[in-house]
């Protein structure tokens, strides 16, 4: 008997020792993955869109408050933003770190899954890592990542909100309603295409409770909660859907859609990687669809499992098909990104299924050998795209060259609505439209400016006829040849009297 003893101890002591191996391995993963896209925060390229959230933030309360309204957005990811930043600066690298930070929650409620003494096994130790790495290297998420931007706070949003659903389909507890009514109150407030994920998860959720005959009185509640909570918002949601009715960005072609499901994955790299990896998700759900509905394989627990999973994998198809039919009925108000907000739950669908794929180990290794691939390629390309751009070279020359009495005017359009303020608060900006060779300038017309000296960001992939400006009485000549974030190329000209 006390032999056994002995033995019973070694093998718990062997376990707790394997367990603290195992956790260490884990958190280790999930640090490094962390630090991989921190260090992408301190670059101080941005875009049109960006340029606008931090000018917006950067207001007075009021004045934020007028913007944001009139935006095409909801307003929560806006106010986040201002609340931290006016207490802490107005850094380019916190707002970028904002943006990390849902990321790092989230792969931090997953981390604390796992570590629970039951969970920490290998399987759940290599599908973690895979979370990991895809939800921080891949080229969704190191985008969304470093981007002054809502998307991953919407992610962040809809991925609890799913988690808290299939919770609640296992037992209704008042505490995890209220929580996964804000949750999707939060989605619903950050982008209206995570609200429409949220209204595709309450219709799963709906489902599966009336299948439990849970009393209609709880589903009702729920709705009407949800929507008390966001009755607030919706006579701006009304004027702002106004707007883009009348008007917006947005282009649709049939050929889009399969942009669209390339999206899922990254953007426009990598697309025989996209290929297989899809394909390789395609038939891990129809082999578990297979043993759910026609062997039968799983017990009741696994298949409320898989059935989670397999709603989590179709929630992008489900925006892409609701978006598409939008584009097509209303205008193009569907953009692949918008699909962000949806894509962790699609991973954690992903991974589960995996985890089901029972006889089928050549399949998992495949997918696992053409994740690694990716995000390989994905995170090499960033690295390389961030020491490449011309941002510094651009802003070095500029801090020598230009004053604060000279102007600067362009024929880029998001150069003169957000990037030039952000970058040149103190010099007046104008607008070149090649149609009507006219300055739109603000604050003077072209050629009656206090200011000698213009510099002129030309579009490299348009250039415009020099002859309005030479007939103005300026003499023009090329200095630079510039680009900002990668996204905008140009040459500089500086025209003087």
Known sequence: MESVNKLNVRKTKYKDKNNKLKSSIIVTIFLITFLLQVIFIFDNSIWGDEAFTILTVKNSWQGFWNIIVCDVHPPLYYLILKLVTSILGYQIFLFKLLSIIPIFILNLVVLRYVLKE???????????????????????????????????????????????????????????????????????????????????????????????????????SIIILTILGYLWWI?????????????????????????????????????????????????????????????????????????????????????????????????????????????????????????????????????????????????RIKFINELQKGTKDTLIFMKSNLSDDDMIITNIDQLYYSVLEYYFPNNGRGYFSSGDNYMKIPQYNFGTNNSDIVWLFEDIYQEIDK?????????????????IDNRYFFNIYKLEH
């Open 235 to 379: 006579p701006s949601f009304i004027n702002q859907f106004k707007t883009v009715k009348e008007n917006y960005w947005i282009t649709f072609r049939p050929k889009n859609i399969l942009g669209y499901i390339r999206g899922i994955m990254g953007f426009k790299e990598n697309i025989v990687l996209t290929f297989m990896i899809l394909l390789i998700i395609t038939i891990i759900v129809c082999i578990t669809l297979y043993k759910l509905f026609y062997l039968n394989s799983f017990n009741k627990n696994e298949k409320k499992e898989i059935l989670f999973a397999i709603c989590s994998v179709s929630l992008p198809f489900c925006i892409i098909f609701i978006g598409t039919i939008l584009n097509i009925l209303i205008r193009p108000i569907f953009n692949q990104r918008y699909l962000i907000p949806s894509l962790g739950l699609f991973w954690i669908g992903v991974l589960i299924l995996l985890k089901y794929s029972y006889n089928i180990k050549w399949l998992k290794m495949l997918f696992i050998f053409f994740i690694i691939i990716l995000i390989i390629n994905d995170y």
């Open 467 to 483: 002859n309005s400006i030479i007939k103005e009485g300026y003499k023009i000549r090329k200095k630079f040849i510039g680009n």
């Open 118 to 220: 039951n969970n920490i096994d290998n399987y759940n130790i290599v599908l973690s890592t895979l979370y990991f790495v895809i939800t921080t290297l891949t080229t969704n998420f190191l985008l969304i990542g470093v981007e002054v931007r809502m998307y991953s706070w919407a992610l962040f949003f809809v991925t609890m909100s799913g988690i808290y659903a299939y919770k609640l389909t296992n037992k209704i507890i008042k505490k995890d309603v209220f929580i996964f009514i804000l949750f999707s109150l939060f989605a619903a407030l950050t982008h209206y295409f995570a609200l429409v994920s949220e209204i595709i998860i309450y219709l799963f959720l709906f489902i599966a409770l009336l299948l439990r005959k849970i009393n209609i009185k709880y589903i009702l």
